[in-house]
């Protein structure tokens, strides 16, 4: 089984060989490619990289024959798929993260089917190969910009979830609020949702979920201060709500109270997350940087 690197102007870089003996393809994957992990040659067949004859295939017990062709291609996404309004951080065979600008959904709902985050993505993968997935594992409101993780697997993501307290070491958010808030703290409540789909906070143990928000004053003057949050919790406009229970509604939450909207979008910003890699346990953070017009007013 000679290995016969072979290099093309202005394409993808291939690896290819040819079979001498009778076996399946994972087989045969694992002997040509000894320095890989067995999970890292499984996500290439997954992925539908391996081309055997020209022939993409994805089957583990595909049978192989002498003189068969088998070739490794890299990863290449359709020109057809332009992704608007996310920008992709980080991808590998477990997660990809994001960075997601204001007013795009993080997935559909009944209004709103086919511009958001989670379906670019999807036509993304589908794109490498049509058997590829996505799945969400936390959202952001449509309004808050910032870095999310998505999973390549329905096991990742219910890893990720299950693990989600011990798994994420931090989850911070930048703020423009309304008003000066001269000193940090930390914000305990507890959140439920009306019929409406507004939440309500209450100071009473047990009256919904536990909320817990910690804050700090990075910038301030006579009109707003810019807060760095962050989360103990992951509940459901949990930052939004806290910064009304605190008297400084966040800039542009007109639903919870702000009234005023200089920037033109809500004053909420994801900026870095930091997680334990569900497969090499590796801390791997990520950071996306503070929109301008969030400091504008400041200098």
């Known amino acids: 089984m000679k290995k016969k690197p072979t290099k093309k102007p ?5 690896e290819e060989w040819t079979v001498k003996e009778h076996t399946e393809v994972l ?20 992925r539908g990289q391996v081309v055997v004859n020209d022939k993409p295939t994805t089957q583990f017990d595909d049978k192989l024959k002498p003189g068969d062709f088998v070739q490794i291609r890299e990863r290449v996404a359709s020109a057809s798929v332009k992704l608007k309004g996310v920008t992709i951080l980080h991808e590998d065979d477990d997660v990809i993260v994001v960075d997601k600008e204001s007013g795009l959904l993080s997935m559909g709902s009944k209004q709103e089917r086919q511009m958001t985050a989670y379906k670019q993505l999807m ?29 390549r697997s329905k ?20 703020a423009l609020v309304e008003g000066v808030v001269s000193k940090g703290g930390t914000i305990t409540s507890w959140l439920t949702e009306d019929r409406t789909f507004m939440m309500h906070s209450s100071p009473k143990p047990n009256h919904g979920q536990k909320a817990i928000t910690h804050y700090k004053v990075m910038k301030s003057n006579r009109r707003f201060s810019l807060l760095k949050v962050n989360l103990d919790t992951g509940r459901k406009n949990q930052i939004r709500v806290h910064m009304q229970d605190l008297g400084h509604p966040i800039v542009g939450d007109k639903k919870y109270g702000s009234e005023v909207n200089t920037i033109n979008r809500l004053g ?8 334990k890699h569900p497969s090499s346990g590796k801390m791997m953070r990520f950071e996306s940087e503070t929109p301008a017009s969030f400091t504008r007013g400041f200098k």
Request: no cysteine.
């Open 10 to 14: 202005n394409r993808p870089r291939h």
């Open 27 to 46: 087989e045969f994957l694992f002997k040509v490619m000894p320095s890989k992990s067995r999970n890292a040659v499984k996500g290439i067949l997954k």
């Open 123 to 151: 036509d993304y993968v589908q794109s490498i190969h049509p058997k590829n997935r996505i799945f969400i594992v936390h959202r952001l409101d449509r309004d808050t910009s910032g870095v999310m993780i998505f999973a």
């Open 155 to 174: 096991i990742v993501q219910q890893k990720l979830q299950k693990a989600w307290t011990e798994a994420v070491q931090e989850r911070s958010y930048v």
């Open 268 to 275: 909420l910003h994801a900026n870095a997350i930091k997680f």
